[in-house]
T-cell receptor
Framework: DVKVTQSSRYLVKRTGEKVFLECVQD?????MFWYRQDPGLGLRLIYF???????EKGDIPEGYSVSREKKERFSLILESASTNQTSMYLC????????????FGSGTRLTVV | AQKITQTQPGMFVQEKEAVTLDCTYD???????LFWYKQPSSGEMIFLIY??????QNATEGRYSLNFQKARKSANLVISASQLGDSAMYFC???????????FGTGTRLLVSP
């Protein structure tokens, strides 16, 4: 069964910490995405990547960075976590030529205290 | 930026009844796609149904169908014969311009009661 795996289901971090959220897909997809989800705001795109070492800013990239060193792995980095980054983070992947929407991970609920 | 409107933050329906979840969008693209996803309380996003803007027929997938009105830029999801397991958040997501970016609405929380 193909899947997108997010390394942590729940995370609690302190303000100012550097936080890594990891996402791995086993479908050989070129495209990978990071969204955050907040009540009343839906899903908002943070960053996406269409190839190894390639990245593009989404709608809300401030306070975040990403890394894509291998095709299967897309990491979201919070350089200095703040309480307003408490949220649900969803990773997704897709195939550029056979686009049937995204395959999502199960999400990481991050709490910054 | 593309604007997606889901006007119903919450909907209630009784088991076995049909329910319609609204979605309107704003795009200048002539060719685009529309996705609906379901998110149960467990958090994963589940693909439900897809409609292409040039598809002649409204999309259907089992108990799910789309009431697609291209001129009105609306793509309402119809769930027939609701089940308790349909209780979830539902998101409309038109395909954004350019690179395969899905732009999500704010969602509708559906609660199915016995």
């Amino acid at each position: 069964d193909v899947k997108v795996t997010q390394s942590s289901r729940y995370l609690v971090k302190r303000t100012g910490e550097k936080v890594f959220l990891e996402c791995v897909q086993d479908m050989d997809h070129e495209n990978m995405f990071w969204y955050r989800q907040d009540p009343g705001l839906g899903l908002r795109l943070i960053y996406f990547s269409y190839d190894v070492k390639m990245k593009e800013k989404g709608d809300i990239p401030e306070g975040y960075s990403v890394s894509r060193e291998k095709k299967e792995r897309f990491s979201l980095i919070l350089e200095s976590a703040s309480t307003n980054q408490t949220s649900m983070y969803l990773c997704a992947s897709s195939h550029p030529q056979e686009f049937y929407g995204y395959t999502f991970g199960s999400g990481t609920r991050l709490t910054v205290v | 930026a593309q604007k997606i409107t889901q006007t119903q933050p919450g909907m209630f329906v009784q088991e076995k009844e049909a329910v319609t979840l609204d979605c309107t969008y704003d795009t200048s693209d002539q060719s685009y796609g529309l996705f609906w996803y379901k998110q149960p309380s467990s958090g994963e996003m589940i693909f439900l149904i897809y409609q292409g803007s040039y598809d002649e027929q409204n999309a259907t997938e089992g108990r799910y169908s789309l009431n697609f009105q291209k001129a009105r830029k609306s793509a309402n999801l119809v769930i027939s014969a609701s089940q308790l397991g349909d209780s979830a958040m539902y998101f409309c997501a038109p395909l954004g311009t350019g690179f395969q970016k899905l732009v999500f609405g704010t969602g509708t929380r559906l609660l199915v009661s016995p």
